[in-house]
């Protein structure tokens, strides 16, 4: 079983929709997590950072943990075509570690 | 202002040919990283060194060499490129962790 486990989609919205994104893993050792957005023939950009379990709003984006179920999400509202992009998670397993650990990434599209 | 900058941003080259990849944070983040993105987009951790001194160094063939010669560099020099070298890649610095924008390297 791979340690973080993402849907790579490719997931289609029109525009306006409430988009969820994904990812579990299986470590408990995981105790920082991250989204980022890659366009394609970018770099992955930092979109959330969370520690805590509990929910993060920035925008039009929240970021979701639940360290019990080990299942953090991501959820894009009111998703615009600019939000097309390939959204990874990565988790890394705490002060004094240093190696991100990353989901495949899911594509999404948003279809004006 | 860039966070994290890469150069060059592509790199054709000869297998055989050694060629080096230069990248610089002025995030005044202690850790850095390089990491390798294949065909199918998987982000694959290479290298990362803390304070200038490396921390991981994964299964990378020992062709590849990095180098940090202060906490706001970290160089990657490739000896004897393979076609299989050929792929996106990525230095970024943390925490958190920012990522630079890419060098393609195609070895012909």
């Known amino acids: 079983q791979k340690e973080v486990e993402q849907d790579p989609g490719p997931l289609s919205v029109p525009e306006g929709a409430i988009v969820s994104l994904n990812c579990t893993y299986s470590?408990?050792?995981?105790?920082?997590f991250m989204w980022y957005r890659q366009y394609s023939r970018k770099g992955p950009e930092l979109l959330m950072y969370?520690?805590?379990?509990g929910n993060k709003e920035d925008g039009r984006f929240t970021a979701q943990v639940d360290k019990s179920s080990k299942y953090i999400s991501l959820f894009i509202r009111d998703s615009q075509p600019s939000d097309s992009a390939t959204y990874l998670c990565?988790?890394?397993?705490?002060?004094?570690?240093?190696?991100?650990?990353f989901g495949k990434g899911t594509k999404l599209s948003v279809i004006p | 202002d860039t966070a994290v900058s890469q150069t060059p941003k592509y790199l054709v080259t000869q297998m055989g040919n050694d060629k080096s990849i230069k990248c610089e944070q002025n995030?005044?983040?202690?850790?850095m990283y390089w990491y390798k993105q294949d065909s199918k987009k998987f982000l694959k951790i290479m290298f990362s060194?803390?304070?200038?001194?490396?921390?991981i160094n994964e299964t990378v063939p020992n062709r590849f060499s990095p180098k940090s010669p202060d906490k706001a560099h970290l160089n990657l020099h490739i000896n004897s490129l393979e076609l299989g070298d050929s792929a996106v890649y990525f230095c970024?610095?943390?925490?958190?962790?920012?990522f630079g924008p890419g060098t393609r390297l195609l070895v012909l």
């Open positions: 970024a610095s943390s925490p958190p962790p920012y």
């Open positions: 470590n408990s050792a995981f105790q920082y």
């Open positions: 969370t520690y805590s379990s």
């Open positions: 990565a988790m890394i397993k705490g002060a004094g570690s240093y190696q991100l650990t």
């Open positions: 995030l005044g983040h202690d850790t």
């Open positions: 060194y803390n304070n200038k001194e490396l921390i």
